[in-house]
């Protein structure tokens, strides 16, 4: 059974940064495509960003050029770095890992973005 837990989150000032990680386990890590998404308060759930287990990166509009997805398949970890963070980033983040029609959720962690 595939576990994800995420880590990294907290409180930030507008413009700052902060890397979340997310640590897999229970399975082959690299055969999975490993995604970031985020809820707000009030909001439906979104997708931030993807890393396939063949490569290729996927990023929401409202994060290109901000945030950096990447994955360590000795580590078996995806990781979430966040610049110039703003308010409206502000929600529960949450890893996701998906293989053909299996799909597995962390926890989430909290990141507010508040002065």
């Known amino acids: 059974q595939v576990q994800l837990v995420e880590s990294g989150g907290g409180l930030v000032q507008p413009g700052g940064s902060l890397r979340l990680s997310c640590a897999f386990s229970?399975?082959?890590?690299?055969?999975?495509?490993m995604g970031w998404y985020r809820q707000a308060p009030g909001k439906q759930r979104e997708l931030v960003a993807t890393?396939?287990?063949?490569?290729?990166?996927n990023y929401a509009d409202s994060v290109k050029g901000r945030f950096t997805i990447s994955r360590d398949n000795v580590k078996r970890q995806v990781y979430l770095e966040m610049n110039s963070l703003k308010p409206e980033d502000t929600a529960v983040y949450y890893c996701?890992?998906?293989?053909?029609?299996?799909?597995?959720w962390g926890q989430g962690t909290q990141v507010t973005v508040s002065s």
């Open positions: 996701r890992a998906t293989r053909t029609t299996y799909e597995y």
């Open positions: 229970g399975s082959i890590f690299s055969i999975y495509a």
């Open positions: 890393f396939t287990s063949g490569g290729r990166t």
